[in-house]
């Protein structure tokens, strides 16, 4: 890999880049706003007054669909679904596994995964 490609990966990594378009494009396509351009001129705004804790980080979904997400993989209704799961859920949602401390032993509860979510 030549250097150059190496410090654009490392570049997109370091600001996590792909996360941001991914949740960008997700925002998109769940709001489906009449003015995408101007939406997303909000949304930006509304992640930089978050980070300055202005305001609050938009987010995808709220906690009922969060709910509904977990019940759909919980199937068996156990009130807990299994950590392989608990990932291949975060990454569709464009959410970093990378930090993930879970052991592949654990259950995951759904507080865990609103958290995590």
Same mark, same amino acid.
């Given at each position: 890999?030549? +250097? #150059? $490609?190496?410090? &654009? *990966? @490392?570049?997109? *990594?370091?600001?996590? %880049? ?5 949740h960008?494009?997700a ?6 706003? $009449? ?13 930089? +007054?978050?980070?300055?804790? $202005? #305001?609050?980080?938009?987010e995808?979904? !709220?906690?009922?669909?969060? @709910?509904?997400?977990? &019940?759909?993989? !919980?199937?068996? #209704? ?9 990932r291949?859920?975060?990454?569709? %949602? #464009?959410? &970093? =596994?990378?930090?993930? @401390? ?6 995951? =509860? ?8």
């Amino acid at each position: 890999m030549a +250097a #150059g $490609e190496e410090q &654009s *990966r @490392e570049y997109l *990594r370091r600001h996590r %880049l792909p996360e941001l378009l991914h949740h960008l494009g997700a925002l998109l396509l769940f709001h489906r706003p $009449e003015r995408p351009r101007e939406f997303l001129i909000q949304v930006l705004e509304r992640v930089k +007054a978050g980070r300055r804790a $202005e #305001g609050e980080y938009p987010e995808l979904m !709220d906690e009922a669909n969060v @709910e509904a997400m977990f &019940s759909l993989l !919980d199937v068996l #209704g156990q009130g807990h679904i299994t950590p392989v799961q608990y990932r291949e859920a975060l990454k569709t %949602l #464009g959410l &970093s =596994t990378e930090d993930l @401390e879970v052991g592949d032993d654990e259950n995951i =509860t759904l507080e865990v995964f609103k958290e995590g979510v």
